[in-house]
């Protein structure tokens, strides 16, 4: 307890996925006097990271949006909340009943999952709206991941984690929790537990690109040439099937994956990926004779050509070396509000139907968002003409965003739910903001799932919001009901029902049906929430495929790696032409996606913006360091600032994402003021991943050349 001044709360950060608990001190006026991670904290055990304190920043921030505005003659107006609401309900029921329910298009960007509202009433009201053109930030991030457990695991949240605090070897590919904090994996407090690991002789292995951040906390660190994990990662399967198998007994089709990758030997790999042949051998040799292992492969993995069946080939090294399910190896969570076994996410499905254009195909109810440009741009039945986003920015996040700006800007009608007027909100004609992370509710419904460890814990909202403000599910249910009186079709029993409890409400129904079972009170009273133990081996019971067994042989990997196999052999491998260097991405511990650049604390200290470049590949096209760049792809082409870097591998240059805020029309006052341009500029939105049209972020061919040079 603080002194008398100043009193004690105990909030959950939602800015990233570790989730950590924090203890805030307020004084009697409500500032926030103290700040520091919650120590008694089951999951997160002390942990923060200095975008925690930048939550005040967003609190304060005047740039923040409290009431809703309209676009008028090109001016920012504010709206009342029953005004706009009214205009956005009947823009949608306009344009979908002259054109069809398709011709509204949906993007739902990623802080979605960190907000309980939005996975209430938000969700229902995108099922209400109808139509197949839903968009997500999935597609530019973790799709292979869900697409790779519903094949194997029958539901696509059945997501296996690294049971850090137990293994003895922990493998991680193209992840770099050292400055993301985890991802598919709620691991809070990382440097802590990769230090205990340490201390009990385990071993870190980090395959990347980039010398990174967790490259440099590894016992071995193996530059991969980027989007060629797949090779690799086939060659340690086949080295370790060469081994054997310990794969449980509900485990079916090994001899055929055993024949599949065959053909994959390190030295193929080697040539390819420019991983060391012995490398590979020794990896699956560490890994098969561990104790206990585990591998993780994330966004460097996914967001490749081939990052199904790279995910896919991860699980199969744990569950050939024994390690899915048990102990140190890689567990499924058993969280309180199981929202997996009770039916609250769908298992997922695949090419139900394809987007118009291009054919993509969709999952579990969504379209790849590389395909949403060409929805908006290509006339005919079924065309995208107006648009709502939710708390996204596909402008920055996603390949050619400007683009896609450009695109947005010619639609017929578009809304945003976002408190920022930022790189796409801007193309919006009315915006309603909700409120910010300190002042509502939370309960982490998603992440977990994704925990190291079973916990629960609720977070209430610090402050009140103001009289003008609405939460995100407010606005939300507000949003649906008046799209039902436009349709003449009001809500009622169940679907009203729901559409007016609160997310609080909803999450102590679940709470008080959970297991452990419990309550928001209960919650609510206990700091850091209740702590319901590590992860206990839960399969083959957990499965959702329809005989409770894991067919490995999945024919539609199996498939592809054949193909790949016959690329290897005609020599048909793509290559980036010589005087080509392959784009990657990075994150740094203090920025945030694209939209955390307006609070003043993380945009202080030195400048991030650089393209990373090996001194080599500077030195041959007469670079040097400091330099300004131009940086061409096949979409577009930048002038960044160079930063030479012994870190990166030969051939390969890094830029972060999310920068490059210096637009008109962005209201972002010092988030422009930041220099930097947007990797998203350069990406492609016809690179995509081969099972299911995940954007191919990572490993973007691209020119270099000192700026003022002409390119040709
Ligand atoms: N090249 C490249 N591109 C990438 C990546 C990469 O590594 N490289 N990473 C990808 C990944 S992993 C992701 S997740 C995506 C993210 O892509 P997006 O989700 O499209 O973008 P964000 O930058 O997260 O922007 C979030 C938006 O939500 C708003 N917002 C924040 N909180 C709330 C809230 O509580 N409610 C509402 N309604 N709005 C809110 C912010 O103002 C901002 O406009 O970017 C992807 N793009
Ligand atoms: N500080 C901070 N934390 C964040 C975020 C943030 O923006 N800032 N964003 C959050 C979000 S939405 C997400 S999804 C997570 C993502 O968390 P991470 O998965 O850790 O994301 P990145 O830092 O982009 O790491 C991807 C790594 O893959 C490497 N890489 C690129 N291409 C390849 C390749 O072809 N092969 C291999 N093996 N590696 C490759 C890159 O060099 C990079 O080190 O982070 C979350 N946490
Ligand atoms: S690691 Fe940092 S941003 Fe992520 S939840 Fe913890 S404090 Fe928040
Ligand atoms: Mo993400």
Known sequence: MGDDATKTRYI???????????????????????????????????????????????????????????????QWVEVSWQEAIEYVARRIHEIQTAHGQNALGVYLGNPNVHSLGALTQGLQLVRSLKTRNVFSATSVDQLPHQVTSW?????????????????????????????????????????????????????????????????????????????????????????????????????????EVRAAVEPFTPEVAESLSGMPARAIIDLADALWSAERAAVHGRMGLSTQAFGV???????????????LDREGGTMLSAPVIDSVARGLIGKGHLGAWSSRVRGLPAFGGELPVAALREEIETPGEGQIRAMLTIAGNPVSSTPAGQRLGDALAGLEFMAAIDFYINETTRYAEVILPPTGPLERDHYDLIFHILAVRNTARFSEALYPKSEEQRHDWEIARDLNLALRKERGQPAEGEDLLRLQTSPRQQLDFLLQTGSPRTSVRELAETPGGIDAGPHVPQLPERLFTQDKRVDVAWPLVLEQVAELAEQVRSGQVWQPREDE??????????????????????????????????????????????????????????????????????????????????????????????????????????????????????GVPVRVAPAGLQDH
């Open 581 to 698: 260097l392959l784009l990657i991405g990075r994150r740094h511990q203090r920025d945030n996606n694209s939209w955390m650049h307006n609070a003043p604390s993380l945009i202080r200290g030195r400048p991030r913006h650089h393209l990373l470049m090996h001194p080599t590949d500077a030195r041959a096209r007469g670079i040097e360091d400091c330099a300004l760049v131009t940086v061409t792809s096949e979409v577009g082409k930048v002038e960044v600032d160079v930063a030479l870097s012994e870190d990166m591998m030969p051939g390969v240059v890094s830029l972060p994402h999310g920068y490059g805020h210096d637009q008109d029309g962005v209201r972002l006052s010092r988030a422009r003021q930041l220099p930097g341009v947007s990797i998203n500029d350069l990406t492609d939105p016809d690179r995509v991943e081969s099972v299911a049209a995940n954007s191919v972020l990572n």
């Open 151 to 255: 094949g194997l695991y029958g539901h696509q949240f059945l997501l296996p984690v690294p049971d850090i605090d137990r293994t003895d070897l922990l493998v991680l590919i193209g992840h770099n929790p050292m400055a993301s904090n985890g991802s598919m994996w709620t691991v809070p407090a990382f440097p802590q537990r990769r230090r205990e690991l340490a201390a009990r002789g385990g071993r870190l292995v980090v395959i990347d690109p980039r010398r990174t951040e967790t490259a440099k906390v590894a016992d071995q660190h193996h530059f991969i040439r980027p989007g060629t994990d797949v090779y690799a990662l086939l060659a340690i399967l086949r080295t370790l099937l060469s081994r054997g198998s310990r794969a449980a007994a509900y485990v079916d089709g090994i001899e």
């Open 12 to 74: 959950q950060c939602v800015l990233c996925e570790a989730s950590c608990g924090l203890q805030v001190q307020l004084a009697a006026d409500g500032e926030i006097v103290d700040m520091r991670g919650h120590a008694e904290d089951p999951l997160s055990r002390g942990h923060i990271c200095p975008k925690a304190f930048a939550l005040k920043d967003l609190h304060e921030d005047p740039d923040r949006l409290r009431r809703p505005v309209r676009k008028i003659d090109g």
């Open 309 to 323: 069946i790279g995910q896919w080939a991860v699980q199969l090294i744990n569950i050939v070396t024994g390690n």
